[in-house]
C-alpha cells in the first residue's frame, strides 16, 4: 500500500513536471529539482505516462521539455526506452540535441542486438523522419548485412536521408561494397551528400577512390572544391605526391575561390609535413 502510494505520488509529480516545462514563467530551479527527484526514484511504474508526456512534448515542437522528460525515461527504463527516445530524436525542433544523441547510440552500443532489433524496422520504414534517425543510428552497429539497406537508401529522394546513410557508411570502414556506395555517393545531387562523402572518404584513405575525388576539382560549388582539398590532404604522403593529385591541388591553389584556394594551401602544407 505504501508503495503504491509513493508510486502515485511520483506520477503526481511527473504530471507536475510536465505541466511546468509548458509554462515559459516557471521557475526552472524548480523543475531541475522535481527532474533529479523522478531521475533518483528510477520507478519503473512511471515509463508509461513518461513515454506518454515526451510524446506530447515532441508534437508541441517543446525542445527543452523533449531534454528533460527523455532523460529520466532513459534513466527509469535503460534499454527499453530505446524505441521512444529514438522517435522523440528523429523529430528536428531545432534545439542542440547532443545529450539526447549521446544517450541514444550509448545505450545501442550497449545492448547492440536489442538495439538493432527496434532499429531496422525503422530504417526500412515510411516515416522519413524517424528512417532518418534509424539509420544514423545503424552505424553505432553496424553488420555487414546492413549493406543491402544502405545502398537502397542512397537512392532515396530525400537528401537528409542520403546524408545518414553517407556517415553510416563510415562504420563500415574498407568494406569495398561501402567504399563502392560513397563512391556513388560522390555524384549525388546534393552538395551537403558529396562533401559528406569526400569527409568520409578522407579518413578511410584508400588509393583507389583518389581519380573520383580528384574529379570533383570541377565541381560548380566551391564548398565542394575545398572538401576535395582537405580530403587529398589526408592521404598518406606517397599518394599526395603523385603527380595527378599534386596538380589537382595546384589547380585548387589557383581557383577563382579564395575559400578553395586556402584549403588547398593547407593541404599542400600538410602533404608535406607528412
Known sequence: MEDQRAADDLTLRLDELAVGLTDPDCDLDDLAEVEEELVAARRRELIPYLERHLAAAVEAGNGYAR???????????????????????????GDDQDSLSTTIHVLAQEHPAAAREIILPCAAGHDED?????????????????????AHAAQDSDEGIRSAVVGTLGSHGTEPAAIDLLLHLLDDPSTQVRISAL????????????????????????RVRAWVAIALGHFPTLEPADPA?????????????????DHAAEARQRTLRS
Open 130 to 150: 524517424l528512417r532518418r534517425a534509424a539509420i544514423w543510428l545503424l552505424g553505432f552497429v553496424p553488420e555487414p548485412a546492413d549493406l543491402s539497406l544502405l
Open 245 to 261: 593529385t599534386s596538380a589537382v591541388l595546384d589547380q585548387l591553389a589557383a581557383d577563382a575561390d579564395p575559400y578553395v584556394r
Open 199 to 222: 569527409s568520409s572518404l578522407r579518413f578511410l584513405q584508400q588509393p583507389r577512390t583518389l581519380p573520383k575525388i580528384r574529379l570533383l576539382a570541377n565541381d560548380s560549388n566551391p
Open 67 to 93: 531534454h528533460v522528460l527523455a532523460r529520466i525515461l532513459a534513466e527509469t527504463a535503460g534499454r527499453t526506452s530505446l524505441a521512444a527516445l529514438l522517435r522523440a530524436y528523429s523529430r528536428d525542433l
